[in-house]
C-alpha cells in the first residue's frame, strides 16, 4: 500500500473474472443482433463459451431463414460475436464455430408451400 495516497497498487489489488455462462450470453446476444432476418418459428442462438485467461473460444448455434447466403451470414455472425465479446468483456476471440442447426423456409417461397398442405 502506499503510504501517502492510501490506494493499493495495481499488482496487489486482484483480478475480475467474468464467468463463461455471461461471455455465452453476450456471444448468443451477438449472434441474434447479427442475423439479417431471423426466421419467425426459429429459436434465438445459444452459445458455449470455453474462457483461459483473457481468450474466450465461442461456438454459436442458430437457424436461420432460407434461402439465404449461408456463408455470408455465418460470417458476419463470427464477426460480430467477436467485435461484441471483445468490447463487453474485454477477451480476444481467436476462434467463433457457427454449427447452423435448422434452416426455415422464408419469403414467396415458404407462402406458396404453406398453400399446398
Known sequence: MSGVSGRVAAGE???????DRVVAKIAAQAAKEAIDEPPEE????RAT???HRD???VRVILELGYPI???????G???HVVERVRALAGMEV????VQVERLYPTGAGAAARGRVR
Open 94 to 97: 481467436p476462434e467463433v464455430a
Open 69 to 75: 447466403d449461408i456463408g455470408r451470414q455465418c460470417g
Open 13 to 19: 489489488r486482484g483480478e475480475t473474472r467474468i464467468a
Open 77 to 79: 455472425v463470427r464477426r
Open 49 to 51: 463459451v470455453t474462457v
Open 42 to 45: 426459429g429459436a434465438s442462438p
Open 55 to 57: 481468450i474466450a473460444r
